[in-house]
């Protein structure tokens, strides 16, 4: 997959070859979500084979996952700046299809917390080298709706995750267990994770044919980087923008993979929905509400900048507060339709946020600081989402009730908790901002 050179020397991309690399990584950025988030719909079978418990599970979903996908994000965005972003790419996305599959030939916890783990360092070379590749590929005026059709891989992904897990899933354990050469018997949930990694691997390899672009725009000597310790001293000076603002997005992290790791689990124990249909019905509520939620959080941050300068951050308050009602009620609703009449307006406001949050702090933080501070933020919410949530809502059921039907009890909690504590950091974080916007904009 090649695409000419100019006479310049520089690649000169066909709109056609654009979009052709776009739609490879958007897949990738989708199946990376389908192999993150599957292991939330294969709760109950893992549980019962391993024999763990839900503070278990949510070391094996979330901490796991993590502990890799958020320390190594940064060195591995530093190779993707000084080498071959398709390699990394390719690589990231081979490597982390490989281990998907091995979750699927796991058969004790240790096991499938490496393989986890595996997922979470495969899955961190994507995104970053993905952006830098892209900036390079489109005009400037293009880049923002290129990023846009790119950050539907989370929406679509996380949908797809339950819709297509709880189908498989579904299929194989309606039939006789299958036995296959040096691994013997498999359970459906294994034989899920052995078929959701394959596709990857065929995607890998046909990402490393992209060509690689020139890069564009300054590139700043060794001498030029703007030190760690002067970005530290920055940070410090403006502690009043920076930490109330990235601990309130990070509630809203919490409350968000806390409520995705559990809503399946939460529809089968709480109103006794069979596994695929509850996958089934949450996918796509997911798919719809999150991927309106991505759009409209943009066009709900513009329309307000007309009328407040702090709009993008003033946005994300607005987001947590309404986020209090569903979160609370949706789990303790009587039935299953009237509690996802709920969590569909949940999904709506928890994928509006984040986008925003960081073109928030982007907009007032010096230019040379900008990717080492939203490399923070996205280490920050990232680490306290995947470790926390989860964990949090397992530790309630499992510690403080005791009871895995309780389970609605701990997502109420969670978001009683969540979403009033990052209004309200988030709301300590305004005059800061606003301060900073003046002194930016003058």
Not at 68 to 74: D, E, M, S
Request: with cysteine; net charge positive.
């Amino acid at each position: 997959m090649t695409d000419p050179a100019s006479p310049s020397g520089e690649t000169a991309f066909t709109p056609l070859y654009r979009h052709m690399v776009l739609a490879l990584l958007l897949l990738a950025y989708i199946l990376s979500f389908i192999d993150r988030n599957i292991m939330a719909v294969l709760v109950t079978p893992i549980q019962q084979d391993l024999q763990i418990t839900d503070s278990q599970f949510a070391l094996l979903h979330g901490f796991a996952f993590a502990v890799f996908y958020t320390l190594l994000g940064l060195p591995i965005a530093r190779w993707a700046d000084r080498g071959s972003r398709v390699k990394v790419i390719s690589i990231g996305v081979i490597f982390w299809s490989i281990m998907t599959s091995l979750c699927g030939v796991a058969k004790q916890f240790p096991t499938l917390f490496l393989a986890r783990m595996g997922v979470g360092l495969g899955e961190a070379a994507l995104s970053p080298a993905s952006h830098s590749l892209l900036s390079d590929m489109y005009p400037r005026k293009q880049l923002p709706m290129a990023m846009a059709v790119y950050t539907l891989g989370i929406t679509i992904g996380g949908g797809l995750a339950y819709t297509i897990g709880g189908q498989v899933y579904g299929f194989f354990s309606a039939r006789e267990a299958l036995v296959l050469p040096l691994v013997g018997h498999v359970a459906a949930w294994q034989v899920t994770f052995l078929l959701l990694g394959l596709p990857g691997v065929v995607l890998g390899v046909l990402l490393a044919m992209i060509h690689e672009p020139a890069r564009t725009g300054q590139v700043l000597s060794r001498n030029e980087v703007v030190p760690l310790s002067q970005a530290w001293a920055f940070a410090r000076e403006h502690w009043r923008l920076y930490l109330p603002g990235f601990a309130g997005i990070s509630m809203l992290s919490i409350l968000g993979y806390g409520v995705l790791t559990w809503l399946v689990a939460f529809l089968q124990r709480s109103y006794g929905m069979p596994l695929q249909e509850a996958a089934s019905v949450f996918g796509a509520i997911y798919v719809l509400a999150g991927s309106a939620g991505t759009l409209s959080g943009g066009w709900y941050a513009n329309w307000l900048q007309r009328r407040h300068e702090d709009a993008s951050l003033r946005m994300v308050v607005h987001v947590a507060l309404l986020a209090i009602l569903p979160a609370v009620a949706a789990p303790l609703m009587p039935n299953a339709v009237a509690s996802l009449c709920l969590f569909a307006p949940l999904v709506f406001l928890l994928s509006a946020y984040f986008g925003v949050s960081i073109a928030a702090f982007q907009s007032v933080t010096p230019n040379d600081m900008r990717a080492q501070v939203s490399a923070v933020l996205l280490f920050v919410t990232n680490l306290a989402g995947l470790a926390l949530g989860p964990a949090m809502v397992a530790a309630l059921t499992d510690f403080v009730f005791a009871e895995q039907a309780a389970l609605r009890y701990s997502l109420a909690i969670l978001g009683a908790i969540m979403a009033p504590l990052a209004a309200l950091l988030l709301w300590l974080s305004l005059p800061a901002y606003r301060q900073r916007w003046h002194a930016i904009t003058g």
